[in-house]
Structure formats: C-alpha cells, structure tokens
C-alpha cells in the first residue's frame, strides 16, 4: 500500500475561501513533499518539508508535519480559481529512497 | 536547460508488442523515477534508479524493465503490452546532492495498449 494517503478525496470551495488538505503516512519519513497536478499535464514542486520541520509557508502556501501524528497538511489561503487542480503529497523513508506519492486531493475552486 | 523530456506523447500499442518509453534529462541529477498514473488516481512508482548503474523496484514493477547506463537516460521497456498498461507515465528526476529534493516531472507519454 502507499506510503501516503489524502484526505479529503475531492474539495470543493468558493473562490477566496481557505482550502486545507491532510496527508498521512504509515512509516517514518525523511521528506514530505506537496505537488500540484493541472488536469492532464504533468505534476509541479510546490514545497518540501523535511522531517525535523514542523511549518513552512511559500506565499500562500503553509504545511505543517506532525511526525507523532504521521500527517501532514497544506493550507492553501485566499483560494483562487487558478488553483483548482489535484494536489498530492509525497514521502521518501531515507535520502536516498524511492518517493511514493499519495492518491490526492481534488480541488475545485468556485469563482 | 530542457529538464525532463519524455518520448512520444502519444503511443497506441496493440496487445502483446513491445515498446521503449524514452527519458532524459540534462540537469545531472542522481536520481530518476517512473511513474504511472491511471485516471482519477495517484501515481505509482513503476522502477527507480539513485545513479547509473543502480535501479530498482517500486510499486508496480510487473511488466516493465528499465536500464540506467547513462546519467541522462533512462528508458522504460514495456516486454509485452497488455491492456491493463494503458496510462499515463510519467518520468521524474532529481537531484541527491543534499537528500532528496524537488523532483521535477516531464510532460507524460499517453499509452493506450488495444
């Protein structure tokens, strides 16, 4: 089974409301990483938190990791309907590990 | 820099034909990954390789075979298609210089295998 897992499934909020997606994962982890997916293009980088971090923020991006909790999650505030798209987090167990990704989150954004 | 470039974009492949998914990038990175991706799902990690020479298994390594003799390249091989391959791949790469970073991703080959 993946290593990570997304919850909700699907999303579905107005346009300047704050959408918030969870990922956990089953084993320790080295990274956590958050994409975007547009549908039918390939995935972009949005941030990376490492396992001795608990908050980042990238513009209107913040992640937090729970490493008790084996979660994560991504706030994305002041939604835009640009920001409809799939949203998948990732996790490696070591440096040099393969990077499993989760089933995602779709989000739909409402103008 | 081109990054991560995939060939073809597109691919119809009759059952039981053999095929080679092409991958490269020019950014020196350590590490490279193929990945499937079925419609409405995540993605599963098909082989990995952490430098030339080295690959290994994922997720869903049944029916694909990769090589890694180049840093730049590395091709996945379909041994005999089946309808249950049709997808959409996806190679990634990335560096290792400092862990694991950024992967960045090409742009996919569409297969349909009839």
């Known amino acids: 089974s993946q290593q990570g897992e997304e919850d909700p499934q699907a999303l579905s909020i107005q346009e300047g409301e704050n959408a918030t997606m969870n990922c956990s994962y089953k084993t320790s982890i080295n990274n956590l990483q958050w994409y975007r997916q547009n549908s039918g293009r390939g995935l972009v980088h949005l941030i990376l938190?490492?396992?001795?971090?608990r908050e980042k923020h990238s513009g209107r991006l913040r992640v937090t990791l729970d490493t008790s909790k084996k979660s994560s999650s991504l706030l994305i505030t002041a939604s835009r309907a640009a920001d409809t798209a799939s949203y998948f987090c990732?996790?490696?167990?070591?440096?040099?590990?393969?990077?499993?990704f989760g089933p995602g989150t779709s989000l739909s954004v409402i103008p | 820099n081109a990054g991560v470039t995939q060939t073809p974009k597109f691919q119809v492949l009759k059952t039981g034909q053999s095929m080679t998914l092409q991958c490269a990038q020019d950014m020196n990175h350590e590490y490279m990954s193929w990945y499937r991706q079925d419609p409405g799902m995540g993605l599963r990690l098909i082989h990995y390789?952490?430098?030339?020479?080295?690959?290994d298994q994922g997720e869903v390594p049944n029916g694909y075979n990769v090589s890694r003799s180049t840093t730049e390249d590395f091709p996945l091989r379909l041994l005999s298609a089946a309808p249950s391959q049709t997808s959409v791949y996806f190679c990634a790469s990335s560096s290792l210089a400092g862990g694991q970073e950024t992967q960045y991703f090409g742009p996919g080959t569409r297969l349909l295998v009839l």
């Open positions: 938190i490492r396992s001795n971090e």
């Open positions: 990732a996790t490696d167990k070591t440096s040099y590990d393969k990077v499993i």
């Open positions: 390789s952490v430098g030339a020479g080295i690959t």
